[in-house]
């Protein structure tokens, strides 16, 4: 019989202090006030001096700091724990993973480490595989961390650079993306019967098989030889596709939040809390409509969307779980809450969802993450 898994708890961290529109306004130019409004990004933080383009921390640093303070939250030590389970796009080396970075300063002479690599469906991708190998007894206790360092792309956009000279497609990309990491700390418990109706459900898909990229980050890879790579304008360079995102992302939130319901015989009036963490922006919720969502069910999910889009900005792996800690950290989630946890992400054009019955208490007033 499978083992009962549950969250016991989640840790986030945010780098430095929050910058806002103003000073990105003063370092790379103004956007349109209406397109401001649009991404709906107020504040963000960063790894990197937005003024300098010095690094204060890394990616391992973060995902270590919310992998500590969920395991504080949950009055357990590092040595509880048997798996770690990362995803980021970011990480401070193409090898070793992040994860063993993470064991490495948790102190863990023996872990068993898995990465995905992925920007937004990442973290939720791996808590259901961390999910499954709690469930099937293979391992007791896990970490799942979702992590992301973008600022270094962003801040090489306009260092050096006259202000009012940075393309207005660039300014868009600076303003939306952010950095941090979030954690989810998960256990085994004991043998539970088969359900009849699964405790949780699990969907992931991409559907830009036939499109262009809607994300693309270049440089690094082995899509063309180191010298012909040092000689593009930027050594590694973030592009968006955003008239491609604004008009097709829509239509993969609505198909994946279809699945998860379809998947779970969930009505969307049944889940208390819709983690949600990117696609509630405004530019992008105005085309859930066209794209097959009624108004009734938009409604209903307005109703109880959990996100801090404005707060954190777009941050990739970390958007899901920074997310769920906020909300779990606010009262915003209690114990006996459905939750649906979904994500998109522009690159290819993928979602992955997973609903899970919350079970952990509120943990005390004041211990969230620096938002």
Not at 3 to 25: F, Q, R
Not at 62 to 71: I, V
Not at 251 to 265: A, K, T, Y
Request: hydrophobic residues 40%; negative net charge; aromatic residues 4%.
């Amino acid at each position: 019989m499978p083992k009962h898994v549950s969250v016991v708890s989640t840790g986030a961290e945010l780098p430095g202090d929050p910058i806002d529109n103003a000073t990105l306004e003063r370092l790379c130019g103004p956007l349109p006030e209406d397109v401001l409004a649009g991404i709906e990004v107020r504040r963000r933080h960063w790894i990197v001096d937005p003024r300098t383009g010095t690094h204060r921390t890394g990616t391992a640093e973060m995902a270590t700091a919310a992998a500590r303070q969920a395991l504080e939250r949950a009055g357990m030590a590092a040595s509880d724990v048997d798996l770690l389970v990362t995803s980021t796009a970011s990480p401070d080396h193409p090898l070793p993973v992040v994860g063993t970075y993470v064991q490495e300063r948790l102190g863990l002479e023996r872990c068993a480490v898995i990465e995905v690599r992925a920007g937004c469906v990442g973290a939720v991708q791996a808590m259901d595989y961390a999910r499954r190998l709690l469930a099937d007894g293979t391992y007791r206790t896990a970490l799942v961390i979702g992590a992301e360092s973008i600022s270094p792309l962003l801040a090489d956009v306009y260092l050096g650079t006259d202000p009012m000279a940075v393309r207005m497609r660039d300014r868009l990309t600076v303003y939306t993306f952010g950095d941090g990491a979030g954690a989810a700390l998960l256990r085994a418990g004991d043998e539970v019967p088969e359900p009849s109706v699964p405790d949780s459900v699990f969907a992931t898909r991409c559907l830009g098989g036939a499109r262009r990229p809607g994300m693309l980050v270049v440089g690094g890879g082995t899509d063309a030889p180191p010298a012909v790579q040092r000689q593009r304008r930027r050594l590694m360079d973030i592009r968006l596709d955003i008239t491609g995102t604004a008009a097709f992302g829509p239509r993969v939130f609505v198909e994946g939040l279809r699945d998860m319901l379809d998947r779970s015989g969930l009505a969307l009036d049944r889940i208390d809390a819709c983690v949600l963490p990117e696609g509630n922006a405004e530019y992008f919720s105005r085309e859930f409509e066209e794209a097959g969502l009624s108004a009734q069910d938009h409604a209903a999910l307005q109703k109880c969307v959990v996100e801090n889009l404005a707060d954190v900005g777009a941050t990739g792996s970390a958007a899901v779980p920074l997310a769920l800690d906020a909300g779990w950290t606010a009262g915003r989630i209690t114990p006996g809450d459905t939750v649906l946890l979904l994500a998109i992400e522009a690159s290819r054009y993928l979602y992955a969802g997973l609903t899970l019955t919350w079970e952990a208490p509120t943990p005390p007033a004041g211990s969230a993450a620096g938002v």
